[in-house]
């Protein structure tokens, strides 16, 4: 019996485009397929498990391409389902677009069915790799979390057997303190409080206790009020409890030894000044101390003990707001009764056979989820490594790929870098390799080195530009690189990953501004001066073998959109009017919205002509959102002979003209007969 096969999602408004992908694909995948975002995040929301990868579109009706990935960024979708973007559009500030956020790779149209297929089967098996580490690590993590909440519980639960509780304080200590710290962080900033904080302090709460196994037991467990002298026995737990951490070899610096310290010694110690064993007063008291501290005493009231029976939720919090107990931090008593009604339905689920699962897996998906220090293991490392290197030779396998070990220094090149170089795929000491020394300037090379080993963990990405040498041209050059460092204590920089971009900022920034100049905002379509200014250099170097046509038309009815439905109705009926128009058309033609709701098309052809206006024609009337599109064409063509644009225009809008007077909703070629016709601008 055969693997089954792993599931695609097709994204693309257009139904042809859908099966093309779909027939080289079928074979070997699953297809779902979807016309634009909106629907394909429904299917995403509902197979979600089962997508091994998204083929995703960006210019699409309703919702594109950009506004998915956002959506799936928003959802955390795009973290365990790779996108392969798929347009026609091939300009870097999209490919840049759609690599920030988040997508793997970038197939351009038309498609090649073996570049299609080697792509879709390196990311399927790239993201199932990801996936299987992912599986892993959670495991790993797990079971450090189990076997270290297991050792503090085993001991707090010592302390408890001899103090003749359940057990139950701990876990509820435990969870009344997550409650109260969470809700304190969303509160305020005050305390710079992470999640990793918090799980820190909850599992060090459990420890708050352990001085009591010092404590003689007809002292612990008397069920009368403490003499003076037992008072002063039993406060000794505090710094009995510090004493045990403080002493423990070696492991003075941990984190968790750190906060335990201060929970056992300072959780008695109360707001005012009054409490023991320091008599610290205010914010001298560690918040750690402070919120456990809180916990505790809620717990004690509404937990029954030998000296009192068990007060109810409502009581204890009117007893700790009034001052009964000692007095707390005023913010800490706002979180409190902020929590108190979901902490006692918290509580009353607690039990000593699911608490702790409950509580190792929350601690699990948060320490996942934020990506904490426990997660920096050498699984995720290799995980980041293999992604970058896989994805960026995968979509950018024209660009000088390069992977940097420091020690022993050595670059090692991809297959088509090095080719491409007329270099060797390792090269070992690259600072006095004609790598560093010709590709790069000396003190470049040096300068990007030093500045990769500047970065940290944290912050290990870096962008530079240098002039380099590439195949004996002197080019501008982007160089993007990512740190890789190791998860041992500190850290070790390992070497990076990287990539050489050709660029030349100025004309490139030159290039933006002229495109957001030359183009219509609403539309994407070039403008009216745009236009003619490129239309015009076409017929002024006109050939004998090259004939043109330039197509006029207007929506005939769309007064009749702007009144019925609104203006911004309207606009989106421009966009996808513009939209079609993109998609029926040729790279090589030029289309542009000159104002209101005129349009022109011009394009280059050989043999008939009427066909392809037909075409566009009918592609272009139909039906948007229940409204009727039609509109009235008029179409030039040149004869041979060196024409302009003024020319071309004002034939066509007499052909336009023509049909608006004989019934709308056509196509007209001009000819002489139209030649005196005369239209609204120039009666």
Known sequence: MGRAKKTILI?????????????????????????????????????????????????????????????????????????????????????????????????????????????????????????????????????????????????????????????????????????????????????????????????????????????????????????????????????????????????ANEPLIKIGYEICRWHHERYDGRGYPDGLKGEQIPIAAQVVALADVYDALTATRVYKPAYTPEKALQMILNGECGAFNPLLLECLKDCAG????????????????REIQKTVADTLKTGGADTSSRAVQL????????????????????????????????????????????????RKHEFGTRVFKAEDFDHLLNKLKRTTPTSADITEKYALDIKGTKTWCKIVAKAMWTDTEPPEYEGAIGKIIDINDELEEIAVLELKANTDAKTGLFNHEAAKEQINDKLSSLKNDRQYALLFFDLDNFKQANDNYGHLFGDELLEYVAATVKKNTRTSD???????????????????????????????????????????????????????????????????????????????FYSDELKNTVTGRNS
């Open 11 to 251: 994204v693309d408004d257009s139904e042809m485009n859908r099966a093309l992908l779909a027939d080289m694909l079928e074979n070997d995948y699953d297809i779902l397929e979807a016309e634009n975002g909106m629907e394909a995040t429904t299917i995403m929301h509902e197979h979600e498990l089962s997508i091994s990868l998204v083929l995703l579109d960006i210019v699409m009706p309703v919702m594109d391409g950009f506004e998915t990935l956002a959506l799936m960024n928003k959802r955390g979708w795009i973290r365990n389902l790779p996108v392969i973007m798929i347009s026609a559009e091939t300009g870097s500030a999209f490919m840049d677009k759609a690599y920030g956020l988040g997508a793997v790779d970038y197939i351009s149209r038309p498609f090649d069915e073996r570049t299609v297929r080697h792509r879709v089967d390196s990311n399927v098996i790239l993201g199932e790799k990801q996936r299987d580490l992912a599986d892993r690590l959670t495991a790993q993590i797990y079971e450090k979390e189990k076997d270290n909440r297991l050792m503090i519980e085993i001991l707090s639960h010592i302390v408890e057997f001899r103090n003749g509780e359940s057990g139950l304080h701990v876990l509820h200590v435990h969870a009344i303190t997550e409650m109260i710290l969470k809700t304190l962080r969303k509160k305020t900033d005050k305390y710079k409080l992470t999640q990793q904080d918090i799980s820190l302090i909850c599992n060090a709460s459990a420890l708050h206790d352990v001085g009591k196994i010092s404590i003689p037991s007809e002292i612990l467990n008397k069920p009368g009020r403490f003499t003076p002298e037992e008072f002063e026995i039993m406060k000794t737990h505090t710094m009995e409890g510090a004493k045990m951490l403080g002493d423990i070899p070696l492991r």
């Open 342 to 357: 979901l902490l006692k339905k918290e509580l009353t689920m607690i039990s000593l056979g699911n608490a702790a699962e």
């Open 383 to 430: 995980l980041e490594h293999e992604r970058m290197r896989s994805s960026t030779l995968a979509s950018l396998s024209r660009e000088i790929i390069f992977e940097y070990n420091a020690f022993p220094e050595i670059i090692k090149l991809s297959d088509w870098s090095a080719g491409y170089l007329g270099m060797p795929v390792n090269i070992a000491d690259p």
């Open 590 to 668: 030029i289309s542009a919205r000159i104002g209101g709701d005129e349009f022109i098309i011009f394009m280059s052809y050989s043999g008939e002509i009427e066909p392809q206006i037909e075409r566009i024609f009918n592609a272009i009337t139909g039906v948007y959102k229940t409204f009727p599109i039609k509109i009235s064409m008029g179409v030039a063509l040149t004869d041979g002979t060196p024409s302009d644009f003024d020319t071309m225009f004002e034939m066509a809008d007499k052909a336009a003209y023509s049909v608006k007077n004989s019934g709308k909703n056509s196509f007209c």
